[in-house]
């Protein structure tokens, strides 16, 4: 069950096999817009999703914006690797 506000709110499930089964219990992937309004932040150690989110958003809990403005990574984790170190993450700017 997902909240009102859910960001997965239109989110499809995964498709039913033909005898019924599901494949995965579970929602696809969203869909995701460009980001808007992007500031480059030159990954340095140390860095969190978390940690960039509070100093850019001042809201630690919007970390997941900045994973969404860098779909090429699979998994948010990968983006602060330390072979990422000098690489440039986007960080979009908050709707309004």
């Known amino acids: 069950m997902l909240l009102k506000k859910s960001r997965y709110k239109n989110t499809a499930l995964f498709q039913t096999q033909d005898d019924g089964s599901d494949t995965f219990p579970g929602l696809r ?12 932040h030159e ?12 100093h850019y958003y001042n809201d630690d809990r ?3 914006r900045i994973a969404d403005a860098n779909p090429t990574f699979s998994f948010a984790g990968d983006m602060l690797d330390e072979v990422m170190q000098g690489s440039i993450l986007l960080i979009p700017k908050l709707k309004e």
């Not at 869909?31 to 500031?39: L, T, Y």
């Not at 340095?44 to 978390?50: A, K, W």
Request: aromatic letters at 8%.
């Open 29 to 40: 992937a969203r869909e995701m817009g460009s980001a808007i309004g992007v500031i480059e």
């Open 43 to 54: 990954i340095q150690t140390g860095n969190r999703l978390d940690l960039l989110a509070r």
């Open 62 to 64: 919007l970390w997941w």
